[in-house]
């Protein structure tokens, strides 16, 4: 069974930046894409980003050159730091494990909620 974690969210202002985490189960987490994904109410889930295990990654044009994608192998961990945050970043943040043709592998944690408001 997969096991996703996310943390790090919280409230921010405008321009601010934060770091989300994402623990996984190191069975799922070894060699394998990861994404980060982000969903408003009555909107579909987006992929924001998504990271091979090789360290090449990928970003949705409405985070590329704000929001940077990495991840520690050895402590099966993911992350993502945001910055120059604006408000329509507000999202529940979630991340998964992805296959080749990016399709969600892992079942959805809890998110972790960031708020961009002044």
């Known amino acids: 069974q997969v096991q996703l974690v996310e943390s790090g969210g919280g409230l921010v202002q405008p321009g601010g930046s934060l770091r989300l985490s994402c623990a996984a189960s190191?069975?799922?987490?070894?060699?394998?894409?990861m994404g980060w994904y982000r969903q408003a109410p009555g909107k579909q889930r987006e992929l924001v980003a998504h990271?091979?295990?090789?360290?090449?990654?990928n970003y949705a044009d409405s985070v590329k050159g704000r929001f940077i994608i990495s991840r520690d192998n050895a402590k099966n961990t993911m992350y993502l730091r945001m910055n120059s945050l604006k408000p329509e970043d507000t999202d529940v943040y979630y991340c998964?494990?992805?296959?080749?043709?990016?399709?969600?592998?892992?079942?959805w944690g809890q998110g972790t909620q960031v708020t961009v408001s002044s």
């Open positions: 190191g069975s799922i987490f070894s060699g394998r894409i």
């Open positions: 990271i091979t295990s090789g360290g090449s990654t």
């Open positions: 998964n494990v992805l296959n080749l043709r990016l399709q969600v592998l892992g079942s």
